[in-house]
């Protein structure tokens, strides 16, 4: 089973704290996490003396069974996650919540980002006979916690936080805490909010509109955050703070009405078509998304130029998760069963296509050619972000440099490459430009530009380290 995204592997976390639905909740709002990982679902509840879970493989209808669900609904206290996982890691063992098992109580894990020196760590505690059970990089985070010195559990999790590096927001439950923590350079968004007294965390706030809570702030870098019945608990695991939020969240993985400080992804998404327009000179007939994730960025660019924007494309919204084996053929057959042009929109038009983003080039490509078949006179192509160079250590499969079309093309031959009439690309200045308007202190790059915030200890990409953990 594999899904046709240009981006994979995020995941998406959510946790609430004495709520006497928690478990009915934390499956709604998974629901409205869905798009940040496809491959597998759980829920972990706390009864008090134990924790007990339920976890599954696919999408979160078919990852719980009713069954499962009914046995975590006495509980008040859950966490949840939804995975998206590269070929080989996809197994169920691999699927979060983890939920360990120890004299001293039962802890459960759900984590969103990538450790970058989680292999190091493993291989340490492996030498000194720690048998895991999984090959995810989230577990050496229970295996840590176990051995922390600490005269509290709080000081035992900062000793734990500080020796990890890379991109972790992290959903923790104890029989009595709830714990979040989001590393020092927040890579991935976390939010926090509260439903009838009872507080929640969640990826992205579509979560808490999803279950009716209120979105009361976004967690900060380096935030440490304990929830019980004795209240919450603000605290921070380090002093250092360099906010390095992912910037593909803004363009393409975040749920448009996901907001980050009180903005939506939408409006931020519009901002980058505005911006877009400002440095693309084209003139055409009309201006069209590439639906679903573009389609602000064109509204954006529409409004800005004042070129008219148009419905162009449909997508079949049921295309999802498609039957079909990895590989580039298959790839352009499922964006062919996804896309199709609206003819008498395009026909005889020159029509500027808006997308976030490209990454093999492979829906571009088609994108192209299908409106040239449906009679459009010239198809110039807008991308509202940069041009996509890099491999992304922090979570996401942005795959290889060899799978990434611009990697090692200029512009003109990426253009080329999709038989655009012409492609323009954002700048990152006026990318950055615009996240600054809407707060942001500080984002990631990398994958357009090269600067990595954080050094990849391990030195490779996640999906090349699961091989690594089986000796391969
Ligand atoms: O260059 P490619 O490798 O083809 O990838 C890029 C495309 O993938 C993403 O969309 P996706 O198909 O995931 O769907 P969405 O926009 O509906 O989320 C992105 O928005 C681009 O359209
Ligand atoms: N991309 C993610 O957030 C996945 C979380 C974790 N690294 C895993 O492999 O399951
Ligand atoms: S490298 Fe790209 S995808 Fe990865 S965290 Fe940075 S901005 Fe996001
Ligand atoms: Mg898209």
């Known amino acids: 089973m594999y899904e046709l995204r240009g981006l994979n592997e995020e995941c998406g976390l959510f946790g609430i704290w004495g709520h006497p639905e928690a ?17 597998g679902a759980g829920i972990v509840a706390s009864g008090g003396d ?4 339920a976890r599954g493989m696919g999408l979160l209808t078919e990852a719980l069974s009713q069954t499962q669900l009914e046995s975590l609904r006495p509980f008040s206290k859950s966490i949840g996650h939804v995975r998206y996982a590269t070929s080989d890691s996809s197994a169920l063992s691999n699927v979060q919540p983890f939920l360990f098992k120890s004299h001293i109580g039962d802890l459960g894990l759900a984590h969103n980002g990538n450790i970058v020196n989680a292999l190091h760590i493993r291989r340490a505690l492996e030498d000194q006979g720690a048998i895991f059970q999984t090959t995810s ?5 229970a295996h840590l916690l176990r051995r922390a010195k ?3 559990r709080k000081a035992r999790i900062k000793t734990v936080l500080q020796q990890l590096k890379g991109a972790f927001a992290f959903v923790i439950l104890h029989e009595d805490a709830l714990t979040i923590a989001l590393d020092d350079h927040g890579v991935r968004p976390l939010m926090l909010g509260i439903l009838d007294g009872a507080y929640c965390v969640a990826s992205e706030t579509c979560a808490f509109t999803a279950i009716g809570a209120e979105y009361i702030r976004d967690i900060e870098p380096g935030e440490l ?5 004795d209240g919450i608990d603000f605290d921070r695991y380090t002093d250092f703070e360099n906010p390095n939020m992912c910037s593909m969240e803004y363009i393409y993985f975040a749920r448009a009405d996901s907001e980050f400080r009180g903005t939506s992804t939408y409006t931020i998404r519009k901002a980058l078509g505005e911006e877009l327009a400002k440095e693309m000179d084209v003139k055409a007939d009309i201006v069209i998304g590439v639906p679903d994730s573009s389609l602000a960025a064109a509204k954006g660019f529409s409004d800005e130029s004042g070129i008219p924007g148009e419905q162009g494309l449909l997508k079949n919204r049921y295309v999802g998760r498609t039957f079909i084996a990895s590989g580039q053929e298959a790839r352009e057959r499922a964006v062919r069963m996804k896309l199709s042009p609206v003819r008498d ?10 997308d976030d983003s490209i990454v093999r080039g492979t829906t571009s490509k088609f994108i192209v050619k299908a409106l ?4 459009a006179k010239e198809v110039h192509m807008g991308v509202s972000s940069p041009p996509l160079k890099n491999p992304c250590y922090y979570g996401i499969d942005v795959s290889t440099h060899a799978e990434i079309i611009a990697s090692a093309k200029s512009t003109e031959e990426v253009r080329e490459e999709i038989g655009a009439d012409s492609l323009t690309y954002l700048s990152v200045e006026r990318m950055h430009e615009v996240y600054e308007r809407y707060g942001s202190r500080g984002e990631c790059d990398a994958c357009f530009t090269g600067n990595y915030p954080i050094e990849n200890t391990d030195g490779l990409l996640p999906q090349e380290k699961d091989a690594k953990t089986k000796g391969v």
Request: charged fraction near 20%.
């Open 23 to 39: 478990s009915e909740l934390t499956y709604m709002a998974l629901h409205s996490l869905q798009h940040r990982g496809q491959e």
């Open 50 to 53: 134990y924790l007990f879970g």
């Open 137 to 141: 990089d989230s577990e050496v985070f």
């Open 150 to 152: 600490g005269p509290t």
């Open 225 to 229: 955050i304990t929830i019980s019945d």
């Open 345 to 354: 929109i395009v026909e005889g038009k020159s029509v500027i296509v808006i």
């Open 372 to 375: 040239k078949k449906a009679g």
